[in-house]
T-cell receptor
Framework: ETGVTQTPRHLVMGMTNKKSLKCEQH?????MYWYKQSAKKPLELMFV???????ENNSVPSRFSPECPNSSHLFLHLHTLQPEDSALYLC??????????????FGQGTRLTVV | QKEVEQNSGPLSVPEGAIASLNCTYS??????FFWYRQYSGKSPELIMS????GDKEDGRFTAQLNKASQYVSLLIRDSQPSDSATYLC????????????FGTGTRLLVSP
């Protein structure tokens, strides 16, 4: 496998369910991101992990819980979501160096529907 | 002021014309700049990166960077209907740590 892979591609969950989104990058990068993209809205940065440390939590509700066990894997744990959380969830990775970031590469996204 | 600003569009151009997409950013010390293309329902894909002032050409695409004016642009020559998409500008920023910040994107429509 190459690049950034996300699973599942599609997810339908009830408001009382608990589910997790998975992201894996095979690029040797040291930073990983979760973005949310709602219909006809721009990308919203949710979380940033740099060198496996969470360095940003962009006022995201606690019903979203990220986990980065190592530099290649990133999870987004979901519980008691609301219908307005339905969106495309995108994972990305990049290489952070002294002078800044290299290009970020995105996974194909998880289309989440909360019913 | 938003960190990365783009006109949301839509920008409409006829097939064969040059499409010009613009982006301004707030962080004067940013060093890395990227353009992504996103088709509806798909994830963003990288099309250009630029790190130094001036122009960088890749096929029909030219990225232009002016750090003094904090301005980066993307020109698409000989626009095709298949170029119709949302174009996202991304800028690396140092806010205590390095992160990529995206603009809201400009929707481009190329009519046959």
């Amino acid at each position: 496998e190459t690049g950034v892979t996300q699973t599942p591609r599609h997810l339908v969950m009830g408001m009382t369910n608990k589910k997790s989104l998975k992201c894996e990058q095979h690029l040797g990068h040291n930073a990983m991101y979760w973005y949310k993209q709602s219909a006809k809205k721009p990308l919203e940065l949710m979380f940033v992990y740099s060198l496996e440390e969470r360095v940003e939590n962009n006022s995201v509700p606690s019903r979203f819980s990220p986990e980065c066990p190592n530099s290649s894997h990133l999870f987004l744990h979901l519980h008691t979501l609301q219908p307005e959380d339905s969106a495309l969830y995108l994972c990305a990775s990049s290489q952070v160096r002294g002078g800044g970031n290299t290009e970020a590469f995105f996974g194909q996204g998880t289309r989440l529907t909360v019913v | 002021q938003k960190e990365v600003e783009q006109n949301s569009g839509p920008l409409s151009v006829p097939e064969g014309a040059i499409a010009s997409l613009n982006c301004t950013y707030s962080d004067r010390v940013s060093q890395s700049f990227f353009w992504y293309r996103q088709y509806s329902g798909k994830s963003p894909e990288l099309i250009m990166s630029i790190y130094s002032n001036g122009d960088k050409e890749d096929g029909r695409f030219t990225a232009q960077l002016n750090k003094a004016s904090q301005y980066v642009s993307l020109l698409i020559r000989d626009s095709q209907p298949s170029d119709s998409a949302t174009y996202l500008c991304a800028v690396n920023m140092n806010t205590g740590f390095q992160k990529l910040v995206f603009g809201t994107g400009t929707r481009l429509l190329v009519s046959p």
